[in-house]
């Protein structure tokens, strides 16, 4: 039935047999959460022999002889730079390894850039008044919360199939001195799962910003992420930036967060020489050394990168019957009623579902109150504002399937009554 097409007597009588089965799932007392990216328990029990990976004071050292066990190695660990360039597709030199939290090293980055000159002829982005940020939208909201906490005005860019609107960017950073950055996460992409096309990707290594201390910071969350047997490939920026002699551009950034232990991973950041060589002065006074012991860890556990590739495939195998869940729901209960439209990635943890307009707070409300807990409307643009009231993203990784089905069922009646209230 297609809402946008129906009489209103139809519409009506669609209304009260809804809401006779929305009261029906609210009166089952039901608990699911959608809310966030997070591994399930089967996801985090695949890492368990990463506690076993050091049995004994005798497997401390690292590859080049140092103890784990003690201070030192400002930039990580020999073993982990290896595994992570192979992951950003860089160089081991190029790649610094942190704490368990990516986003810690983003806010790092920013939070540097604020107080220090990039170069000798910049001045630190607090000197700035007026400071800007790029933000693709819908995006992530805590890189928002970065920017935002740093005070930048934050400059929405829509998101195309193939990535942020490139048109828009160029224009922009080429006009304006005080856009200093823009966030992105090129491969499945959060919300969306979309991944940048080597066009986009091309386009971003080849920017002219007016801001010589413009940068990317490109967050590859999800670089080994796949949820399906047809994965999508992302072009390296690092090489693209190498040809147009932008390598100081991008700043990309990911962690074993979702690979093993969510709360105890391993982050890493990879970049030019020149931008190391700033951030490494600020870790230099704020850290002697992170958690070489959980480095080693990840570095025995996976071996090499083949090893970790063949551990993201076991992730898949959990993950991609969840997202076929999500995507075959919304296709068999809202796919006619013309109120909604979603993406089906190929990868990563989420699904952005864009209901009818001016809905999706009511959406989230009323799946609330049914017990099923979604990310907050608005969440996916910068300052909670979406203008058109629409994206709400979907988190299908935690629950088990059987709970994700019950889940969407629930959503997609919510989403059905926030519409009909809309029309009727």
């Not at 690292?62 to 020999?78: H, V």
């Not at 910071?217 to 490939?233: E, F, G, I, R």
């Not at 729901?329 to 190929?346: C, Y």
């Amino acid at each position: 039935m297609n809402y946008l097409n129906s009489e209103k007597d139809l519409l009506k009588k669609e209304q009260e047999s809804l809401k006779k089965l929305y009261e029906d799932y609210k009166g089952k007392g039901l608990s699911l959460n959608m809310a966030r990216g997070k591994p399930s328990p089967e996801q985090l029990d695949l890492s368990m022999h990463l506690l076993d990976a050091i049995p004994s004071s005798d497997e401390c050292k690292a590859a080049d002889g140092i103890d784990c066990r003690n201070y030192g190695e400002l930039e990580g660990i020999l073993e982990c730079r290896w595994l992570f360039a192979d992951i950003l597709q860089t160089k081991p030199e190029n790649v610094f390894i942190g704490g368990n939290s990516s986003l810690n090293m983003m806010f790092d980055v920013i939070s540097c850039f604020m107080t220090t000159p990039i170069y000798e002829d910049t001045t630190p982005w607090f000197n700035v008044p007026d400071r800007k940020f790029l933000c693709p939208v819908p995006g992530y909201d805590r890189h928002f919360g970065i920017t935002g906490y740093y005070g930048f005005e934050m400059i929405p860019v829509p998101m195309n199939e193939d990535g942020p609107d490139m048109d828009v960017v160029e224009k922009l950073v080429a006009e304006d001195d005080s856009i200093k950055g823009i966030w992105c996460v090129p491969k499945y992409s959060n919300p969306t799962g979309i991944t940048f096309s080597d066009e986009v990707v091309k386009r971003f290594a080849a920017l002219k910003p007016a801001a010589k201390d413009f940068r990317i910071m490109w967050d590859n969350a999800y670089a080994v992420h796949d949820a399906s047997d047809t994965p999508d490939t992302l072009l390296n920026i690092f090489d693209e930036c190498k040809k147009t002699g932008n390598e100081d551009l991008p700043i990309a950034f990911c962690s074993t967060s979702k690979i093993t232990f969510s709360g105890a991973g391993v982050s890493a950041m990879a970049t030019s020489p020149l931008n190391m060589k700033v951030l490494k002065e600020r870790y230099n006074y704020q850290t002697i050394g992170y958690d070489k012991i959980n480095m080693l860890r990840h570095a025995k556990f996976f071996k090499n990168y083949e090893g970790l590739l063949a551990h993201m495939e076991k992730h898949k195998n959990i993950l991609a019957p969840k997202f076929e869940t999500v995507v075959s729901k919304l296709n068999s209960e809202l796919g006619d009623t013309g109120i909604a439209q979603w993406t089906n990635p190929n990868g990563g943890y989420f699904v952005s579902v864009n209901v009818y307009n001016g809905t999706a707070k009511r959406v989230v409300e009323l799946c609330n109150e049914a017990g099923v807990t979604l990310t907050g409307a608005g969440a996916t643009y910068p300052n909670g504002n979406d203008p058109d009231d629409s994206n709400i993203r979907i988190a299908p990784s935690f629950p088990g399937v059987d709970e994700l089905s019950a889940a969407m069922d629930i959503f997609c009646v919510c989403a059905k009554l926030a519409a009909l209230e809309k029309l009727v």
